[in-house]
């Protein structure tokens, strides 16, 4: 099993790369990057590239590592007893499997997507800690041991608001997604938009890292804003050179609504146009 | 070898543990990466690095350590005339090959030679010799119109580039101070606790009622959970402080929208009788500071964030104060503050090596025993970690 990127997700060679890595020393793959780059998307393709199915796991504050494994429904079995249900008296009817216990028990290989575990309770990753090393976990309701048929390729997403523990760390590999050069972005355009004009291609990428370039934007736009922008600018038919007439900074590109999401950031960015003009 | 470049990293204070170091052998062993130094470099950092805020350092060590290994394979060896001229043709323009006739191929060649010959070292930087980083027209990375890169390069983009460009300085976590950086620091000041009205259902609590119950459904509520920590900040505000306006703003809001019970003060180089809310109505509106000793208990965490850049009379004399007249001196104030919140710690958005050339840092800083950190990621992290404690 290799992986080398997909006909619609353009990826760098030092991410095909980590991406091989661990699937064959079959360790969790921790991605990290700016928002909007596309990690959540790796483990869809990587799943795609290989034909394994995806296990999802999209984690909120909420989420504890428990309901990845197994939930054991307390109430249902609760109302079944004061309603005299036959079935009561199988305990495992009421458990419940996680999305870690499905792929365990998936007869080929998968891959499992922990999505933005950063997000959790800060004791999250400890408690997953021997699941993703040993891959196998205990049920305390019914004493069986579940484990992994076949090891599945572990992809975990995050967005840096937590830290995550030492110890979950060294058991991962770690892969940062750098926001991609000119080069790469002109093939993830490509992938996404074959056959867009290249002047329009051409003015559009100008315009665009332009705006990462002003100094003091809360978010800069990033690979999604840009590929949604480029599909307004095709909805909409806006030719090139309404883009090229920007005359140094002193017009507003069309549809600038869909790189800039922040309301500061539309203001900073029209003082700056006014004042480009000012001077002029 | 590979010990020793293990051993290099640990030395480059890069957090590496050997489980790592062998995950890395077993990958080598698996033949993750054909042998070549630009996916070792990617692997290395894939498998020994898990952030990247340690990438730089990361590029660094490995720079320092594989210096050369690309530059040269073996010194000694005589590298053949015709293999370098292709490799000149490969990387030179015909504008380029032009201007190098300036030096004369024959010339330039036997240069080459005779400095192979008299060369015993690897050397870096300087202008005469072969190696990397300087401007002598042989090696690489120079800057020397004429020179000639060694070693050639990969197809690929060349792995050297990447990591003596450097592109991962800006995420060490001693330079950027965002306001989403602070929030995370913040956040270890997290307490969870709960209190006020019970409105959700506490679903352990319902569970072994009803077992003690005999079966009878017993609901159990609790109040939500939520973050406890409350936070007292006082800023100081105006003269030398102008130059860091824009790290306290971030720090502030950052601050405003991570903790519940946050209030905030003004003052002025130092606290004294008086402190203020609003910075536009700070003479009408002031609220006297032993107010604000009693009004907020013990269980408030308390930072100062201000430059400590003051005359020492400031602090140490009554009257000192450059805008009006205090009865008493400002250590005297800053020390009844410590005393009412034990957990107090100041924040200074100077850099941490010039505090000891200013006289009223280094009196503050004893005043609060120590608890002084930089407005830096790294030292709002010690501060909170002092914080939480």
């Known amino acids: 099993m290799r992986f080398t990127g997909s006909a619609s997700y353009v990826t760098t060679r030092d991410l095909n790369l980590a991406v091989n890595a661990a699937i064959t020393l079959q360790r969790p793959l921790l991605i990290k990057g700016e928002p909007g780059t596309g990690k959540t998307m790796l483990a869809e393709e990587v799943a795609a590239a290989l034909g394994l199915p995806l296990f999802q796991w999209h984690i909120k504050s909420t989420t504890k590592a428990q309901q990845g494994l197994y939930e054991y429904d307390a109430v249902s079995r609760l109302r079944d007893s004061q309603l005299g249900e036959a079935r009561v008296a199988d305990i495992g009817s009421y458990i419940v499997k996680g999305v870690l216990w499905q792929a365990f028990e998936c007869e080929t290989a998968s891959v499992v997507l922990i999505d933005e575990i950063d997000k959790a309770d800060i004791e999250f990753p400890n408690d997953l800690l021997r699941e993703l090393d040993r891959m196998e976990f205990f049920v305390y309701e019914t004493r069986q041991t579940v484990r992994a048929r076949q090891r599945p390729v572990v992809v975990i997403t995050s967005n840096n608001e937590k830290e995550l523990p030492d110890a979950f760390l060294r058991r991962c590999f770690f892969h940062y997604i750098r926001f991609p050069d000119r080069e790469t972005m002109k093939s993830i355009v490509d992938v996404h938009f074959p056959g867009l004009k290249p002047a329009l291609l051409r003015e559009a990428l100008e315009v665009f890292f332009e705006l990462r370039e002003i100094p003091g934007l809360k978010k800069k736009p990033s690979t999604s804003e840009l590929l949604d922008w480029l599909k307004l600018l095709l909805a909409e038919d806006i030719p090139p050179e309404v883009l090229r007439s920007k005359e140094q900074k002193a017009a507003i590109p069309p549809l600038h609504g869909a790189l800039l999401k922040n309301e500061q950031d539309v203001h900073l960015f029209e003082r700056l146009i006014f004042m480009a003009r000012h001077n002029r | 070898m590979l010990i020793d470049f293990f051993l290099h990293l640990k030395a480059s204070r890069l957090p590496v543990s050997i489980k790592e170091f062998l995950t890395l052998l077993e990958a080598l062993r698996q033949h ?250 700070r003479h009408s509106e002031r609220i006297a500071t032993h107010d604000v000793l009693h009004r907020y208990g013990g269980d408030y965490k308390l930072i100062l964030v201000g430059d400590a850049a003051m005359s020492p009379y400031e602090l140490l004399q009554p009257n000192g104060s450059i805008e009006f007249n205090n009865a008493e001196p400002g250590a005297a104030w800053l020390r009844r503050l410590a005393d009412t919140w034990p957990h107090t710690i100041w924040l200074n958005p100077e850099s941490e090596h010039s505090w000891q050339y200013r006289q009223s840092t280094a009196l503050i800083r004893n005043l609060l025993g120590g608890r002084m950190f930089p407005l830096t990621l790294d030292g709002l992290e010690r501060g909170m970690r002092l914080l939480s404690k």
């Open chain 2, 32 to 281: 993750v990466i054909e042998h070549s130094i630009d996916d070792f470099y990617l692997l290395s950092r894939t498998v020994l690095v898990k952030d990247e805020s340690h990438f730089d350092k990361f590029d660094r060590a490995f720079g320092e350590y594989f210096k050369g290994v690309e530059a040269l394979p073996g010194m000694e060896v005589l590298i053949p005339e015709d293999w370098l001229r292709r490799a000149v043709r490969k990387h030179l323009s015909d504008a380029e090959r032009a201007r190098l006739e300036k030096l004369g191929w024959e010339k330039l060649m036997e240069t080459f030679r005779q400095q192979l010959a008299e060369q015993k070292e690897r050397h870096s930087g300087g202008s005469k010799w072969i190696g990397s980083g300087g401007s002598s027209p042989f090696g690489h990375g120079g800057t020397h119109p004429e020179g000639i890169r060694l070693g050639g390069r990969s197809e690929n983009r060349s792995a050297v580039k990447v990591w003596e460009r450097r592109e991962y300085r800006n995420l060490d976590d001693s330079v950027e101070l965002g306001t989403r950086n602070i929030k995370v620091a913040l956040r270890r000041l997290r307490r969870f606790a709960r209190e006020g009205a019970a409105e959700e259902l506490d679903l352990e609590g319902t569970i072994a009622g009803t077992a003690r119950n005999a079966g009878w459904l017993d609901l159990k509520l609790r109040p939500e959970r939520h973050n406890a920590v409350k936070v007292l900040l006082l800023l100081d505000i105006g003269g030398s402080m102008d130059d860091h306006i824009r790290v306290c703003e971030e720090l502030f809001s950052a601050c405003r929208s991570e903790f519940k019970h946050l209030e905030h003060y003004y003052f002025h180089n130092c606290v004294y009788d008086h402190l203020w809310r609003d910075n536009r109505r």
